[in-house]
C-alpha cells in the first residue's frame, strides 16, 4: 500500500474541527441558544495553549472546561479560542488552539466529536491509541469529568445526563483497512 503523501486523515480531522469552530463562533455572537453547552476536552501540554501557572499545576496534562451559564470574553480564530471562566472565584482567561482539543461535546443534542490523530507532544510522537478523528459523534450521554476536569458556571459538580441514549458513529468504520 502507498503512503498517503496527501494526509487524508489530517484533512479529514481540520473539517471536523470546523463544526466545533463554528458552534464557539455563533457562541461568541450571539451566546449559547436554548439548552446548548459545551464540554471541551483539550491537552494543557499543547502548543499554543495558555492557562495559569495554578490551573496547569492542577491539570498538568488534560482538562474539560464547560462553557454553560459564566463565561465571558468569548473570542474565535481559525486557530483557536480564548475565554475567560471563574474557577473556584478566581476569574481566570484561557487560550487555547484547536488542534489542542481532543473532546467536544454539546450534551443538550447528545452531539460530540473526538480528536487525536495529529495531536503530539515531540515530533514523531503520537498520542497513544489515535488514528484519526472519530467524530461526527452522538453521545449517549453527558462526559463525566475525570478528576482533572474543571468545570464553570452553576451547578458545576453535577453535569447533567441527558435523557435517552444515543449512538456512536465513528468514521474509520469508513476507511480501509
Do not use: C
Not at 491539570?59 to 464547560?66: A, D, F, L, N, Y
Not at 484561557?94 to 495531536?119: M, R, W, Y
Request: charged share 25%.
Amino acid at each position: 500500500m502507498s503512503q498517503d503523501l496527501m494526509e487524508y486523515a489530517k484533512m479529514m480531522e481540520d473539517a471536523v474541527r470546523g463544526v466545533m469552530r463554528e458552534a464557539l463562533a455563533r457562541t461568541a455572537a450571539d451566546g449559547l441558544p436554548g439548552l446548548h453547552h459545551f464540554y471541551i476536552t483539550f491537552r494543557t501540554t499543547a502548543p499554543g495553549v495558555a492557562i495559569s501557572d495554578h490551573l496547569h499545576a492542577q491539570h498538568p496534562e488534560e482538562m474539560t472546561i464547560v462553557i454553560e451559564h459564566q463565561f465571558w470574553d468569548l473570542e474565535v480564530t481559525e486557530e483557536g479560542f480564548s475565554i475567560g471562566l471563574a474557577f473556584g472565584g478566581t476569574r481566570e482567561m484561557l487560550n487555547i488552539p484547536f488542534e489542542a482539543v481532543t473532546a467536544f461535546v454539546d450534551p443538550s443534542v447528545k452531539f460530540g466529536l473526538q480528536f487525536g490523530a495529529h495531536l503530539v507532544d515531540q515530533p514523531g510522537e503520537q498520542t497513544a491509541g489515535q488514528t484519526g478523528p472519530t467524530g461526527p459523534t452522538e453521545v449517549a450521554a453527558a462526559p463525566k469529568p475525570e478528576e482533572k476536569s474543571v468545570e464553570s458556571g452553576e451547578n458545576a459538580d453535577e453535569p447533567e445526563d441527558p435523557p435517552g441514549g444515543g449512538t456512536v458513529i465513528a468514521l474509520d468504520r469508513f476507511r480501509k483497512k
